[in-house]
């Protein structure tokens, strides 16, 4: 009677001890299932804005090819597709430049090529000489052979007058081009440009281009120094981007895409 006993409370104990151990298990699942399913989690904005970005550029295909030859210099384009599978009709022919630390892949994934493709204008980047997919080229040390080397860029993509966006280090490219030959540009669009200070009060002031000049608040150096040259050209308007460093368009992208959207707008 007494083994009896014992033994029957020790399978009781043993039930008691097994029914702990799998309530310890499985308590966390149902805590977390019960989390789960009473907590709306929100999405973050950067998810919220990726896929905004998603359904914007939807219709838009990045197409990527080359260009001359002793450099062969790489582009991309951003081409909107129809509803019925033909590309759209463009407005405006844009070409973007990139700074020293980038490519033409920061104006792809930042958005730009895709939102100026889809509000009508046909939109390029390239890799200048030296960066990107575009090998190095000794034969452009001088002003006047970045110059031709732009013309030649811009008969090649047959362009008629494009409007070159240029920030940065590509500078070097664009305000020889702009002074030289200004008038084969339908806008100019600065954003704190290299090279400015290399050239007098006098030839900025010869400029006849429609001139967008785009500089980040706390761009102190490139910033200040393009602006105090290029807002010697006659039809040019300044935009300061509140907060935003040198390469403000980074910094800033929604505002720099408003002001660059609504310049377009205006040269139609």
Avoid at 195 to 200: A, E, I, Q, R, V
Avoid at 223 to 244: D, F
């Amino acid at each position: 009677m007494t083994m009896t006993l014992i033994r029957n409370r020790l399978v009781l104990l043993v039930l008691g001890v097994l029914v702990t151990f799998v309530l310890y298990l499985l308590l966390p699942a149902i805590q977390h299932e019960r989390f789960t399913s009473s907590v709306d989690i929100p999405k973050p904005r950067a998810m919220e804005e990726d896929m905004k970005k998603g359904q914007i550029s939807s219709n838009v295909t990045i197409l990527t090819g080359t260009v001359l030859q002793n450099p062969s210099v790489f582009f991309r384009e951003a081409v909107l597709i129809q509803k019925d599978g033909s590309p759209s009709t463009e407005k405006l022919e844009v070409i973007f430049l990139h700074g020293q630390s980038f490519t033409s892949k920061t104006w792809e994934e930042l958005g730009t090529l895709a939102l100026l493709s889809e509000s009508g204008h046909r939109a390029i980047a390239i890799d200048l000489p030296g960066y990107g997919e575009t090998p190095r080229s000794t034969a452009l040390e001088a002003a006047q052979s970045r110059v031709a080397f732009l013309q030649q860029i811009f008969k090649e993509l047959k362009f008629q007058r494009p409007v070159l966006v240029s920030s940065s280090m590509s500078g070097r490219y664009s305000i020889p081009l702009l002074l030289a030959s200004g008038e084969q540009l339908k806008g100019f669009v600065s954003i704190a440009p290299a090279g400015t200070k290399d050239f007098t009060t006098q030839q900025y002031q010869q400029v006849q281009t429609p001139t967008l000049i785009i500089y980040g608040e706390h761009d102190t150096a490139l910033g200040l120094q393009s602006l105090q040259s290029l807002q010697q050209i006659p039809k040019s308007r300044v935009v300061m981007l509140p907060g935003a460093g040198h390469a403000c368009y980074l910094d800033k992208p929604q505002e720099f895409h408003k002001v660059l959207l609504n310049f377009l707008g205006e040269l139609k």
